[in-house]
């Protein structure tokens, strides 16, 4: 959750010559493209983008119990994390980030194991119908992640790098920071490397989109006529969240807005979770080719 990747935090330096140059024209050339053709088609045909008729989801979730999810998470991330550093005899704050990974990834299983649990205890459907965890339509999701991850980069990746030059230049009071997986991948063997790949890519979209979209932004959808206020409202929480990346938080707003759009056009998560590991898997990779370009 709180120390998910996101896409945002892939242009943590400017594209240069070479492969990651390559890539990054690569990416967001197809990424302007997607997005001209998805504003085309919504203008066209504006309905869809109103989300009137988007799918129920009957649900009793009680935000006190859906917050409680979230700081349930925190608190296993914490002991663990105090925990390895009893046990290596150095305090919390210096514990290197490689023995951080477990408590995150213990975090990120409990996480997804409490809130797999409220849902099946308060939505009328259950875990599939109901919350959307589901693989009915898996060529769909699997488009939906593909092109949504596409028309997002430009936007996001357009608002981090406008973060980082007010910040060069004196203009926000904030010092840029670099999420701590993208700080530790270049320095790392293989087999951390494959472990924070475990965090970022699989098991941090797992809990963020369950939490965030199918929990929370569920939940509120009851106190709405129209969905979008609940949308809004979730990807603003998304954002917050991740205050440790201050600078990335308008970006995470947009990413947050993008997931929680696409799953209400749905109902189901697997659009939404792809598209969270696909911006996870772009960060990873943004990062690698820095090192090796």
Known sequence: ?????????????????GPLGSFFVTVLAAGLWTLAVWILVRALRPRKLLLVRAPGRANHAA???????????????????????????VPVRELPFQWILPSQIAGQAVGIA???TLAAMTFRHGLSRGLGLTLRHPYNDLARGVVGTLAVIPPTMGLLLLAQWLIERGWLPLTYRLHPVLEFLPKAGAGWVAVAV????????????IFFRGLLQSSLKRHFRNPWPAVLIASAVFALVHVQQVQDMPSLLVLGVAL???????GRLGG?????????????????LQVRG
């Open 272 to 288: 939404p979770i792809l598209m969270h590991a696909f911006f996870n898997t772009f960060s990873i990779l943004n990062t690698l």
């Open 1 to 17: 959750m709180s120390k998910a990747l996101c896409l945002a935090q892939a242009v943590s330096t400017r594209p240069s010559d």
């Open 260 to 266: 929680g759009y696409n799953y209400e056009r749905t």
């Open 114 to 116: 409490l809130s797999l």
């Open 63 to 89: 935000l006190p119990l859906v917050v409680g999810v979230y700081f349930v998470y925190q608190l296993a991330t914490l002991l663990v994390a105090q925990l390895t550093a009893h046990l290596l005899g």
């Open 198 to 209: 475990l965090s970022a890519v699989v098991l941090a979209p797992l809990a963020e989109e």
